[in-house]
Each structure stands twice: as C-alpha cells, then as structure tokens.
C-alpha cells in the first residue's frame, strides 16, 4: 500500500472500544513503543482498576505496542499514515486483555479446524451539528427533507457523505458505499469483507476517522446506540463468511440444501443463537446500548436468525455463492469492532464444533409473532450476569480478558447506579448525553 506520510498515528484498542497510541516519526515504524500497562484497566472516567498484573501491583509498568507495517495505510490527518499494533508484554507474550489478540485467538480456533472466517462490517452514526436548545448542546444535522437512502440533500444536508467516501478511498479502506440511514443525520459506511483480522483493524480505523473528520467540519459523530429517544439506534453490524484454509468455494454455501445453506453455516447460527444472551454482553458494552436492544427498533433483539429478514437478529442475506453470509445485527455503535468479532467467532465455532443445528427461521414481523421467547438482556447489569454465566463462551473470549471487561463494565454500571435514576428504556438522560458523547 502506497504512503508517504512524514510521521505515523499509532492505534491500538482497549477493553472499552476506545483507541490509544501516538505520533512517531515514519522511519521508525519498525520500532516498538511503550505505554503504561495500566491503560488496559482503565475505566471510561479514568479510573484505575486494581486488576492483578495490570496495576499497581506491577508499578504500572510499560507495555509493548509494536506497529504493524502491513496495516499502515494513508490517514486522515495532513502528512500522516496510521498503522495498528500489536500489544505484547516485554517478552513478546501477547497480553491476555488486548481486544485485539482476543480475536486472533478465536480465528486461530476457526483455522484450527480447517477454515479461514472473513467479515465484512456496515457503521452506523449520526452526525450532529451544535445546537445550544438541545440537552446535550447537540442535534441531528438534517433537515425536514430526510429520507432513508436519500442521496444529496435527501439523505445529508452537511456534504458529510462525500467527504466520508473520498476520504474512506485515500485510505484504502475498501469502501463499499456510504448511505444516510434511517433516522435524520443517520449515516452508514460500509466496508468490503476480508479476512477477519485485516477487516476488523479497518473497522476500527474507519470509526476514529469518522469521529475526526466531522470534528473538523465543526460537527459531531456519534456511534451511542440510541442517543435520542424518538429515532432508532446505531449498530455495528457484522457479516461471516468462512472458506476452507486449503482453498476452495465458500463454505456456508451448498447448492440444493435446504435455503441454499451447508450444514456448517446451520451449525453457526445454533452456535450464535444458542449464546445469544453473553454475545450481547460483549457487543453492547454500555447502560445506553440496551436503550437500542428492544422490540420495535429492528435491531438484534430476538434470538432468531431469518433468510433476508431484518427483525431478526442473524440475517442470512438472499445472495448465494460466494456472497453466502451471516449477519449479526445486534452489536452496538459502540462496541469494540475486536470483542464483537471475537465473540460472534467464537460463538459461532462452539455451534460448528459441537455440532449444533438451528431452528426454523423466523417468517414475518418478530415484534409481532417471535417464534422464539428468548432475547437480549433488557439491561447492561443482565448482560454481564449473561457472560458470567455462560462458562463456554467466558472461556473462550480468555477467562482473563473477560474477568476484566466485566469489572470494567461493572464500574460503569456502578456510575450509573450512583445517579438513583429509574430505568426508562425510552428516555435518554443527561448522565448518558454527558458520559458517552465525547467518547462515542
């Protein structure tokens, strides 16, 4: 990949979906660079936990992030490339808490058993331009003449769609097309599939340029999951495909089966099916994401899967052949591209190596007539209850990894809890407005 940039952004991913790193000059992208190990435990407010090898029992000591070449593309900022990295102990270990080798362990599993997982991502958000009326001081950028996949002025009002496609281009980040989604000031950005590594770090670099583009135009974009009570929420939705390491067609297709899918696409969905409950602790990290998970908002609810169907939450699109695919509609704007990956993967290779089978799809309104009475958590406290009682996928996400991101999702929740405010799924609080927006 072509770049010329004087200097090069670092980028690496923490437990909260969050992204760290720094400037260094482009000559020493072959240099590792270190931070304090005790970033990996922090919590959104800066909060250190006491996570054993991770804090001050080990004096916050450094950690290794070692820039990866092959990821370093051109990047949104004059005069700067940025690249990934890879976060390693002293030794060269990778760390048990970095998002990012989670995911490579659960590809690792998936090769393990003769087959390559590809993903392809769509990002949802809203832009929002200063509004001093508004709670949060911001709004929707739109006007009255919104329309879902309306093109200029019908969808975007900013010029914000245009200047996500051509910078999504000068990045190399294997565009597929923006939209404008269906709420006002909603757009959506989709990537083309990859291998499940490679997609999930343009994933990640694609949502901070997103958020720092807008910024520069003098707006915001935010991925919150639902961050207005009268319009529909943001996803991250995720896309499967597998094809065998020796080559060879897509393996979730089989001509002639029933709806065209092999046995091992059937055992993936009874995997994610089956796991529903702890996957969506995983991908819906925070009190405001299960704002979004509930009936009526087409947005990953049930624990169902349907053939082209958006009320339920693993869509198996129309297109056969190469395009055979899962989708999981249910993570949240706000999820790490990393764990959400991590945990779809894994979830979907306990169903293949145990040999699971699905049920019958969902036909029709899921809202209306669910042929299922399972669901995600109603809340971010239930969610975590749901991982820490599904021992399979806990072990399978690393039990490090996930003892962590449960404290750490656990000391959110406290901060909410500390507020004394009633759960009302239907109402978006200051508290929410003013934690997440500047992060998310």
């Not at 040999?355 to 309104?365: F, K, M």
């Not at 399972?374 to 399979?392: F, M, Q, S, W, Y």
């Amino acid at each position: 990949m072509a770049t010329a940039g004087r200097r090069v952004r670092t980028v690496w991913s923490d437990l909260n979906g969050l992204t760290h790193g720094r400037y260094i000059p482009s000559g020493r992208i072959e240099h590792p660079t270190h931070h304090a190990v005790t970033t990996l435990v922090m919590g959104i407010d800066g909060e250190i936990l006491p996570v054993e090898g991770y804090s001050s029992d080990v004096g916050f000591r450094d950690l290794t992030a070692t820039p990866l070449p092959d990821t370093r593309r051109p990047g949104w900022e004059p005069d700067t490339d940025v690249a990934v990295c890879r976060l390693t102990d002293h030794g060269g270990t990778p760390l048990a808490v970095c998002p990012r080798a989670a995911l490579e362990r659960a590809i690792e599993g998936w090769r393990a058993i003769g087959f390559e997982p590809y993903l392809g991502f769509e990002l949802e958000f809203y832009v929002l331009a200063p509004d001093p009326d508004a709670p949060s001081g911001w709004s929707p950028a739109a006007g009255p003449g919104h329309r879902v996949y309306g093109v200029g002025i019908g969808g975007d009002q900013t010029g914000m769609s245009l200047a996500y496609f051509d910078m999504c281009e000068a990045m190399q980040l294997g565009l597929e097309g923006v939209l404008s989604e269906f709420s006002p000031g909603q757009l959506e950005v989709n990537l083309h599939y990859g291998p499940a590594l490679e997609a999930t770090d343009r994933a990640v670099v694609c949502k901070e340029m997103t958020r720092e583009v807008a910024a520069d135009a003098g707006l915001l974009a935010t991925y919150m999951g639902r961050p207005f009570p009268t319009a529909v929420g943001s996803g991250l939705h995720i896309n499967l495909s597998l094809v065998p390491v020796a080559g060879g067609r897509n393996a979730l297709d089989e001509p002639g089966s029933e709806h065209g899918l092999s046995s091992l696409a059937r055992q993936c969905i009874g995997g994610l099916v089956a796991h529903h409950e702890a996957v969506a602790g995983f991908s819906a990290p925070l009190v405001n994401s299960y704002k979004r998970l509930m009936p009526g908002l087409i947005a990953g609810y049930w624990a169902n899967w349907g053939l082209d169907n958006r009320f339920a939450t693993y869509r198996v699109p129309a297109e056969r052949g190469a395009a055979t695919r899962i989708e999981n509609r249910m993570p949240c704007g706000t999820a790490s591209p990393y764990l959400s990956a991590a945990a779809m993967l894994n979830a979907a290779l306990v169903g293949a190596v145990d040999g699971l089978d699905c049920s019958d799809p969902q036909v029709g309104d899921a809202d209306e007539a669910p042929n299922t009475d399972r669901h995600t958590p109603h809340t971010l406290g239930e969610a975590l209850d749901a991982i820490e009682a599904n021992a399979v996928l806990a072990e399978a996400m690393g039990p490090t990894l996930t003892s962590t991101y449960l404290a750490l999702r656990r000391h959110d929740l406290g901060r909410w809890e500390a507020q004394q405010t009633e759960w009302n799924p239907e109402e978006i609080t200051p508290w929410e407005l003013d934690t997440y927006l500047p992060f998310y």
